[in-house]
């Protein structure tokens, strides 16, 4: 009886053990918080408003919210990671180094690290430090964790033998830095998202960002180019059209897996900016990738309900061909989808697409040689490639000798064969969970989001074999995305308490739906 009775109480004092180092960890983070506040106030009535404290005003404050609760770091990493553009907003700080003169977030030269990677680090920190208050190590790998780790492992291996090899330590820290991003926030992800309502604010969150984006850079159409297009280039960062690729997933799969009217018409609401700056990137990759994601909605459309898919996919496929026929000479902003289909069908060999196309086709027989050159270890981090074809001058891009835009041969050529290989089967893996999951999930706001992170993943990598991707931006979104997939079924099979009615008139709640069995 005695012993029966000691396990209970054993179990209560820790309860309350923890909950006691609870309370002080939230006294403590409060203390901090109006201390800062304080400060602030002070530096601000002594001074006047100045746009580069307010900058650090959020970002203390968003180190408090990550040690207060780490998970929110995955969010103001997306957040902030997602929301700013170094071509729209040159002064944006997030992803600049603090030696970065012209950062609001400028501390010093000698600091050669970014409030990015602040937010990864004090989130990993402020993670095991609950670990340790809770005494109690709590890790999900996932189906994930052993392709990210291969994938990290041969990044190493590109890392040290390109430094061995004789390349430049600078460079090879900012070829390879952005890519430990993935593997990093994949881990992270699989463990601090743990519930379904954190898995739907993450990737609101998410669609924020890039509507915030959209309302920047449709300023930037409107009151700087003034709605004239015929001298840009591409007006927001490379990657950032793919970006919002996702937004056009996410909706239409909000539509098809009939979630909420709020829902639906908040994106519908979102969507005139977002495509303003869109069409105004000019990326011709992006907009072949979103053709081919909306093959893939077309199939789950068409799993979902086949009346409305025999009903939408004629009338929207002879539209698509008309379009094109209608928009064929058409070099406006309207015209520019039709015009990266027609330059890669019929391109015009006077045309600037054409002579991009000529330097890839040229800068992809440098890599191929490189590659071939050195096919099991690859150059390494760090070290140019070979130049055995003249490709036309693009000196004003620094980096024109290390990078390529084709960054699935790019990375083959850095990391070697087996690093190649790695990247493959992190991403065929990834894909994999991805549409398991898909076809696994009864509909809702899980099935949208579930669609996006699969997509986004085919997308991000269809995108890198013809144009730079291993960006800030993109490595973060992508091991998010792959996070997500990893641990999606372990979150959506975890029992959910059913809800209470307020009211008396309100129907009986139902409990939520969990995954279907594989043979459905």
Excluded at 59 to 73: D, M, T
Excluded at 439 to 448: C, D, M, N
Aim: charged share 10%; aromatic share 16%; net charge neutral.
């Amino acid at each position: 009886m005695v012993k029966s009775l000691a396990a209970p109480q054993t179990i209560w004092a820790n309860s309350q053990l923890y909950k006691g180092r609870e309370r002080i960890y939230k006294i403590l983070w409060h203390i901090c918080l109006l201390g800062l506040v304080g400060f602030v106030a002070k530096q601000t009535w002594d001074s006047g408003a100045d746009p580069s404290l307010i900058a650090w005003l959020f970002y203390v404050a968003g180190i408090a919210a990550i040690l207060f609760r780490p998970r929110y770091g995955i969010y103001l990493i997306m957040f902030f990671g997602l929301v700013g553009d170094a071509s729209l907003i040159y002064w944006y700080p997030f992803e600049k180094n603090l030696s970065s003169i012209e950062s609001l977030l400028y501390l010093n030269d000698s600091v050669i690290f970014s409030p990015l990677e602040s937010y990864i680090l004090i989130t990993i920190l402020s993670w095991l430090g609950r670990i340790g208050l809770r005494q109690k190590v709590e890790f999900f790998a996932g189906e994930l964790f052993l392709p990210a780790i291969f994938f990290c492992f041969f990044l190493v291996i590109g890392l040290m033998y390109g430094l061995a090899t004789g390349g430049s330590p600078v460079i090879a820290l900012w070829e390879s830095r952005p890519i430990f991003y993935l593997p990093v926030m994949l881990v992270l992800t699989s463990n601090l998202i743990q519930e379904r309502t954190q898995i739907k604010r993450l990737i609101w969150i998410c669609m924020v960002a890039i509507f915030i984006e959209g309302l920047i850079g449709s300023y930037w159409v409107a009151f700087i180019l003034e709605f004239s297009l015929a001298n840009v280039l591409g007006l927001a960062e490379h990657s950032s059209a793919i970006h919002i690729n996702t937004f056009f997933v996410f909706t239409m799969a909000i539509w098809i897996y009939r979630n909420s009217a709020t829902k639906r018409l908040s994106l519908l609401l979102m969507a005139p900016p977002i495509a303003l700056t869109y069409l105004a990137s000019q990326r011709r990759a992006s907009f072949v990738t979103l053709a081919v994601a909306i093959v893939f909605i077309a199939i789950i459309l068409y799993k979902e309900n086949r009346t409305v898919f025999w009903t939408l996919a004629p009338i929207i496929g002879v539209m698509a061909v008309a379009y094109i026929g209608i928009f064929w000479n058409n070099t406006g902003a309207l015209g520019l989808p039709a015009q990266a289909i027609k330059s890669m069908i019929a391109p015009d060999p006077n045309s600037e697409d054409a002579a991009s196309n000529i330097y890839r086709v040229l800068e992809n027989v440098n890599v191929n040689f490189t590659i071939h050159e050195s096919p099991l270890f690859g150059v390494g981090f760090g070290k140019k490639f070979f130049i055995i074809v003249p490709m036309a001058d693009i000196s004003f891009f620094d980096w024109w000798e290390y990078i390529v835009h084709n960054s699935i041969f790019w990375y083959w050529m850095k990391t070697g064969v087996l690093g190649f290989m790695s990247m493959l089967f992190l991403i065929c893996s990834s894909i994999m969970v991805g549409v398991r999951i898909i076809w696994r999930l009864p509909g809702g706001e899980l099935s949208a989001v579930a669609t996006v992170c699969t997509l986004y993943i085919l997308m991000h990598f269809l995108y890198a074999y013809v144009d730079m991707s291993w960006d800030n931006q993109s490595m973060i979104y992508v091991g998010t995305s792959m996070g997500l997939l990893n641990c999606f079924e372990h979150i959506v099979t975890k029992p959910v308490p059913i809800a209470r009615k307020r009211w008396a008139w309100q129907t009986e709640p139902e409990p939520e739906p969990t995954l279907l069995p594989l043979s459905y």
